[in-house]
């Protein structure tokens, strides 16, 4: 059992799988983006096969399940976001699908795309990004901007603070879920080579992954809801 | 390991707003579109429901009111033909009364002409009778004693017949 050698290969492999030989590799697309395409090229195939041909009446199966899927997807992101931030609820969803599907791809073989901390972060950042435009749109730049010295003047560092420490949490928190969750189910195949990685994929790759996803949108939806008040 | 590439979080991002776009034209779009299209149908049932029953609340009305108008006709045409037996009542009572006038009238001139007529054959009776009697005593000798018995005789006679 070479476990030294199993997390540096986890850890510490080269994430790069398409390199461009020019600006040293500025431009080089990480293995997470490439497996990301597939799961949007999946997802888009799969939705136009759900919503294509949809009917008023004597819906088929498919268009239930299209409907099913809307209804559930914004009675979960909608419900988080209340009222005000109705509008975000789409997006949200988005989201949800994008980190559930990325961290399921794990069961299909793929490396989960969350593992890529670049990907954590960019999820994080247009968190941010639309939790502080959800505030401006909401509220105006003027309030938007006295809203960092509220409740008190003292709290402003604070609460300044909080622009990069809740990306950098949202970031982290689904990053770290991720690699452990990968590190232990490597460690358990290790070990135990059939069975017990089977029952413990139950709950590291499908439920892990899915509360996950659930925690980061609930976050944000948490952070939007805040910030439109 | 945690080695940050720009170029990959940009990737990333532009990776979730194609995902979005793709969600919102292939799902979102398409499922509000049905959902829109069922909502408006609805409300178009609804809304003809509404007007079927408008109409025939109205139709009710009107055959209410018609209803009501042959009831108030029905009652005219009764009280006319009520009218109208009355009248006609009292014409044939009228006409019946003016021709019982009429037959008592007759009556009574009947009634005189019949007295007239035996009142003169009595009167004719008489001068027969006398005439009769003028002939026997013409016919019989005279004395007083005879004369006397024919003329109580006749007497008695005129009285018995006259009885």
């Not at chain 1, 990480?30 to 195939?45: D, E, F, H, P, Q």
């Not at chain 1, 901390?117 to 003027?142: D, P, R, Y």
């Not at chain 2, 019946?96 to 004719?124: L, M």
């Amino acid at each position: 059992m070479d476990i030294g050698g199993l997390l540096k290969e986890l850890l510490l492999e080269d994430k790069v799988l398409i390199h461009f030989d020019f600006m040293n590799g500025f431009f080089d697309i990480n293995k997470s983006v490439v497996v990301t395409w597939g799961v949007i090229a999946v997802l888009a195939l799969t939705l136009i096969f759900l919503t294509s041909n949809m009917k008023l009446h004597d819906i088929r199966t498919k268009q239930l399940v299209a409907e099913s899927i809307v209804d559930g997807l914004r009675g979960i992101t909608g419900g988080m976001l209340g009222e005000e931030g109705y509008k975000y609820r789409d997006f949200m969803a988005v989201v949800l699908v994008f980190i559930g599907a990325s961290n399921l791809v794990g069961l299909f073989g793929f490396t989960p795309a969350t593992m890529d901390l670049n990907v954590t972060l960019a999820l994080a950042l247009t968190s941010i990004v639309l939790v502080e435009a959800a505030g401006i749109i909401e509220k105006g730049f003027g309030k938007w901007l006295k809203g960092f010295s509220q409740p008190m003047a003292i709290v402003t560092p604070m609460n300044i603070l909080e622009l990069a420490i809740r990306p950098l949490s949202l970031c982290m928190r689904l990053f770290g879920n991720v690699i452990g969750a990968t590190v232990i189910m490597e460690l358990l195949k290790m070990a135990v080579p059939v069975v017990v990685p089977a029952a413990f994929s139950v709950y590291f790759d499908i439920f892990d992954g899915l509360i996950q996803a659930y925690v980061f949108v609930f976050l944000t939806s948490l952070y939007i809801k805040e910030a439109i008040e | 390991m945690l080695s940050i590439s720009i170029m990959n979080i940009v990737y990333t991002v532009i990776n979730l707003l194609i995902l979005y776009v793709v969600f919102r034209l292939f799902l979102f779009k398409r499922v509000d579109a049905v959902l829109q299209k069922r909502r408006e149908e609805i409300e178009q049932a609804t809304a003809e429901a509404v007007k079927k029953e408008k109409e025939a609340e109205n139709f009710k009305e009107s055959y209410a009111k018609k209803l009501q108008d042959v009831g108030k006709e029905c009652d005219e045409m009764v009280a006319k033909s009520k009218k109208d037996g009355y009248d006609e009542y009292d014409r044939i009572i009228n006409d019946a009364k003016e021709k019982a006038e009429q037959i008592i009238i007759e009556a009574k001139h009947n009634a005189q002409i019949e007295a007239q007529r035996e009142k003169d054959a009595y009167v004719s009776e008489l001068t027969d009778l006398v005439v009769h009697a003028a002939n026997k005593i013409a016919v019989s000798k005279h004395d007083e004693e005879t004369d006397k018995e024919l003329y109580n005789k006749f007497i008695f006679e005129a009285i018995e017949k006259s009885e």
